[in-house]
């Protein structure tokens, strides 16, 4: 392989390390139209064992939107990347996660480990996920009479997308808004 196809090669890993810590930070801080930015207008998904898998970026955004509820701070942390270039428009990877999920209203702490699998396509230049899901290695619930939660009591990232002007949103985040959080249009 000559140096420019090494060099091509170490910047593509790169870039596609870049999307899926995005695609992370997205999931957890509910930017819904930033998240949509990480898939292929084809991607497919297939979390939790393939029990929730959605065609289209469109129905994916729609279906995390609609299960990351407001009031369950989260944190998706992704260790490692085993990343395998294919070529130099395809790649996939294995990435370790690690979440916690903390959800007031059901008075639930969710923490649990899984395997990434992720497939990627480079599409005018620029990496995507083209695929998505995991599988569980383990999933510890903890059931509890009440949570001392005190996160959407302060300024926290969440509190600004719940109280975030519409307009100011593309068109994921006024999706979270007026069908997740329930949060009325405001009449012209």
Not at 15 to 40: H, M, N, T
Not at 133 to 157: P, Q
């Amino acid at each position: 392989m000559e140096l420019e196809e090494r060099i091509q090669r170490l910047e593509d890993i790169e870039e596609i390390r870049y999307l899926q810590a995005k695609y992370q930070r997205c999931l957890d801080c509910r930017d819904f139209d930033g998240l949509s930015e990480c898939f292929a207008d084809d991607a497919v998904s297939s979390y939790g064992n393939a029990s929730m898998s959605y065609q289209g970026k469109d129905a994916i955004i729609k279906f995390l939107a609609g299960v990351m509820d407001i009031k369950m701070p989260s944190t998706h942390l992704i260790h490692g990347g085993e990343i395998d270039w294919l070529d130099g428009e395809n790649a996939k990877a294995k990435w370790y996660l690690e979440d916690h999920l903390v959800h007031q209203r059901y008075l639930v702490k969710l923490h649990g480990a899984a395997i990434y699998h992720v497939e990627y396509k480079k599409i005018e230049g620029k990496w995507l996920i083209s695929s998505i899901g995991y599988e569980r290695c383990y999933e510890y619930v903890e059931h509890r009479g009440l949570l001392n939660i005190f996160t959407l009591k302060k300024k926290t990232i969440l509190k600004k997308v719940k109280n975030a002007n519409p307009e100011e949103l593309g068109e994921y985040g006024q999706y979270y808004q007026y069908n997740t959080l329930k949060k009325k249009k405001k009449s012209k």
